[in-house]
Nanobody, 116 residues
Framework: EVQLVESGGGLVQAGGSLRLSCAAS????????IGWFRQAPGKEREGVSC????????YYADSVKDRFTISQDNAKNTVFLQMNSLKPEDTAVYYC?????????WGQGTQVTVSS
């Protein structure tokens, strides 16, 4: 069965850090473009970061640049999102994705709540 399972979310104070994990099963992550998205209550889902499988290049939304880092551990078939200097506006459900045309897999999401 193909699955993406996120973990690592929780409640943290502003300025704190969290590391989200996204474990894949049923397929190999290094063949896919990896992404993290988030959705806050009442807002549209937005792209946070992505990692290209072809050349290892990364992308970060302006709102998280210099604070978040995406990485991948192929041995563990897992993707990470290290989030530092968290702000209340980072509060959202975070989803990981794995994309290889024409397929995109989504995880179930993990809640991140940043208190002020």
């Amino acid at each position: 069965e193909v699955q993406l399972v996120e973990s690592g979310g929780g409640l943290v104070q502003a300025g704190g850090s969290l590391r989200l994990s996204c474990a894949a099963s049923g397929f190999t992550l290094d063949d896919y473009e990896i992404g993290w998205f988030r959705q806050a209550p009442g807002k549209e889902r937005e792209g946070v970061s992505c990692l290209s499988s072809s050349d290892g290049s990364t992308y970060y939304a302006d709102s998280v640049k210099d604070r978040f880092t995406i990485s991948q551990d192929n041995a563990k078939n897992t993707v990470f999102l290290q989030m530092n200097s968290l702000k209340p506006e980072d509060t959202a459900v975070y989803y990981c994705t794995a994309k290889r045309w024409p397929t995109t897999y989504w995880g179930q999401g993990t809640q991140v709540t940043v208190s002020s």
